[in-house]
């Protein structure tokens, strides 16, 4: 990647640092941030700047014009609405801004072992798209997925206090207990059959760590770009009742609150079920544009006609409905139908 100016404009002051020493990490790559938002035309305009990267905090009319302004000069400056928080995603952003278009796929699959593989004793998995350290110009995302990591945490250990902002993070505990804490006053333990989610909009900082004496904590990591930026912070969590998943898809995520499952900014609907073997299902798409990515979490299944095992990602869009037939006992799979644009 080529050498990089950044100006990354925003309000909380304690991301803005982070995001300038991640950016700064990168060689050749350098940032200034801003916190008056009413400097940047001027900043921009008399300063050698590549990427504008909107952080937490701003208006939205501010974000419309700064975009409307950077779009207009005579010199090219692209404009980053950062999502996430730290060195997971930033890199993966760049890329994909400077990267040549593509149509998008309308059929991926990811199999088991092919991603980014995490192996540092204390906590170890996959993650099946561009994240940290593993970058792949062919996986940054689909459609509105954009992180999907199956990690395991040694118990006593974990990730310290870290920040997030605008992105939807959703966490699918597997087995074992990790314990949560954050800055909105939440601390709480996250068990085998739980499911988490953060809204992190303007801010969130939180840790997370396996708790004594409970084994390796086991679950699924996920992020989803939101459908606003900057809304309040929120944090919620729900306990899954296994009879409500067996031989069909228990809803467990949707957009509405009033809705079955937790609810998240995004026109996302998440479902999981626990199935017998040669059980046969449709599953049907939630909103016309979306598309579906399944995880098969353990056994196997042939979706649409493509023969998945245990930890195969599949991802499928320009279709109504899913065809979706059970090949393995105790077969576990996970869907996410997703906008198909970020």
Known sequence: M????????????????????VIEKNEGWNA????????????????????????????????????AFCKNLDKKVNVIEHYGGGSGLLRSEVEELYAERRDPEKRVVHRA?????????????????????????ER????????????????????????HDNMEIISIALEGTLIHEDNLGNRTEIKGGDVQVMSAGTGVM???????????????????????????????????????SKNRFQQILSPDPEDDGIWIYQEAWFHLGYFENHTETLYEIKKEGNGVYAFIIKGSAEID??????????GISGISDLKIKVTSENTEILLMDVPMVK
Request: glycine share 12%; no cysteine.
């Open 2 to 21: 080529k050498k990089l100016n950044f100006l990354v404009i925003g309000k909380n002051q304690e991301i803005l640092d982070t995001l300038k020493r």
């Open 32 to 67: 200034n941030i801003l916190i008056d938002e009413e400097q940047s035309r001027d900043f921009i305009t008399t300063h050698e700047v590549d990427i504008v990267l909107l952080s937490s905090g701003l208006e939205d009319r501010f974000e419309k014009d700064i975009k």
């Open 113 to 137: 072992g092919s991603g980014g593989i995490t192996d540092m004793g204390w906590v170890s998995g996959e993650k099946t798209f561009s994240f940290s350290e593993f970058y792949d110009p």
């Open 140 to 163: 940054i995302r689909f459609g509105a997925l954009r992180v999907l990591n199956d990690d395991s945490i040694e118990a006593g250990k974990g990730f310290g206090t870290h920040p």
């Open 206 to 244: 939180h840790s997370e760590f396996g708790k004594e004496g409970s084994g390796f904590g086991k679950f699924l990591q996920i992020w989803i770009y939101p459908n606003q930026r900057n809304v309040t912070p929120r944090y919620d969590q729900m306990t899954l009742d296994p009879a409500k």
């Open 305 to 314: 006609g493509e023969h998945l095992g245990a930890k195969d990602g599949f």
